[in-house]
Nanobody, 122 residues
């Protein structure tokens, strides 16, 4: 069992930056690939980024490529999402997830955090 807790969300102006953190409980964090997803009101949950167990491989949605950076610190049981050049379209609840492999589909992940709200004003 893995419990995930996100933090770092908030209100920011367009063009600003935020860094999300997701800290996991347990001793097996390094055995999971991690993903970030987001869900805006009235929309489906969508893939944002993922990272391999060791952190050497990453993927990004086209909409965030070049602006967001995912990283992880296995010693701290934490995965990060650095978000730069934020746009109003980035407004959503952001969720981190843990699963056996890096995947784009949210159904492939086994454990989820409670989400953190990111609001970008224009």
């Amino acid at each position: 069992q893995v419990q995930l807790v996100e933090s770092g969300g908030g209100l920011v102006q367009a063009g600003g930056s935020l860094r999300l953190s997701c800290t996991a409980s347990g001793r097996t964090f390094s055995s999971y690939a991690m993903g970030w997803f987001r869900q805006a009101p009235g929309k489906e949950r969508e893939f944002v980024s993922n990272i391999s167990r060791g952190g050497g491989s990453t993927d990004y949605a086209d909409s965030v490529k070049g602006r967001f950076t995912i990283s992880r610190d296995n010693a701290k049981n934490t995965v990060y999402l650095q978000m730069n050049s934020l746009k109003p379209d980035d407004t959503a609840v952001y969720y981190c997830a843990a699963g056996p492999r890096r995947e784009y589909e949210y159904q492939a992940y086994d454990y989820w955090g409670q989400g953190t709200q990111v609001t970008v004003s224009s």
